[in-house]
């Protein structure tokens, strides 16, 4: 299993236990989401701290993880390094997801329901 | 001055990880800048995915060599496999999808050629005899492309 998570009142947190989501995890990490918010809050956070590497099989997967949510959920990221926060802003996918550089930011009180 | 170094893998997902984690090593190891080094690990990482999925797809993983030339001011990392060529000998435009208000609609992937084409200076490509020789150009100037960052 590559996620770890925890339900915290209203907001699912979703850790990633790995430093690469890379297309040789893609498809496993796609399938570990999927499991791990089969149900719960309508707000999940994925934390991405551990994470130093993404390609776009991960970018991939992530926006998948964020379709297989469905319209009344959502699902915002935390804990961005600078190059996975770069490729999320070369591939404009910054627009798509609320990105916070750390946890505690995402899980601030106005950020909650926002 | 130039210097050369080369590391080669089979094209497997996790062969490819191993080879790319390397070459990131070497590149360190010479002194060039993380943010740099992390810009060439993913358009060499996009590279190397789709020599795995498309150049070998169908058959038995092959082999692909990597070989960095290193110069005082740009690098040129070449990667080669003995897999299909590009459909018709020209590497793919890498426009980005269309992103839009509707959740179902939004791209999973294609994304690939548009980073290489974001973050290399240069692209080659030439078809030589049975193999693919791409060759994609960094600048190692301090002042280079990429003042986006601030």
């Known amino acids: ?114 | 001055m130039t210097e050369t170094f080369s590391c080669s893998f089979r094209a497997t997902e996790l062969d490819a990880r191993d080879g790319i984690l390397r070459v990131v090593d070497q590149l360190k190891a010479r002194g060039i800048p993380d943010f740099r080094v992390e810009e060439v690990q993913i358009a060499l990482a996009e590279a190397v995915n789709n020599v795995v999925e498309h150049a070998y797809a169908g058959t038995a993983p092959g082999d692909v060599l990597v070989r960095c030339n290193l110069h005082p001011d740009q690098l040129w990392v070449n990667i080669n496999d003995a897999g299909t060529p590009f459909p018709n000998g020209t590497l793919p435009e890498g426009k980005l999808a269309e992103i839009g208000d509707d959740l179902d609609s939004l791209p999973e992937g294609g994304f690939g050629w548009f980073l290489i084409r974001e973050l290399a200076t240069d692209i080659r490509y030439q078809r030589d005899e049975d193999k693919n020789q791409l060759s994609l150009c960094f600048s190692l100037q301090l002042q280079g492309p990429d003042v986006r960052t601030s």
Do not use: W
């Open chain 1, 1 to 114: 299993m590559s996620l770890t998570s925890k339900v915290t009142e209203d907001v699912q947190i979703v850790t990633v236990n790995a430093e690469r989501i890379d297309a040789a995890m893609a498809i496993q990490f796609k399938e570990d989401m999927r499991v791990e918010t089969e149900s719960g809050p309508a707000r999940v956070v994925l934390d991405l701290s551990s994470v130093n590497f993404i390609d776009s099989s991960g970018l991939g997967a992530i926006v998948a993880a964020m379709k297989q949510l469905g319209k009344d959920r959502k699902l915002d990221l935390a804990g961005l390094s600078p190059m996975v926060e770069k490729v999320f802003r070369l591939t404009r996918m910054d627009t798509v997801f609320n990105l916070y550089s750390t946890l505690p930011e995402a899980l601030e009180p106005q950020q909650v329901g926002g």
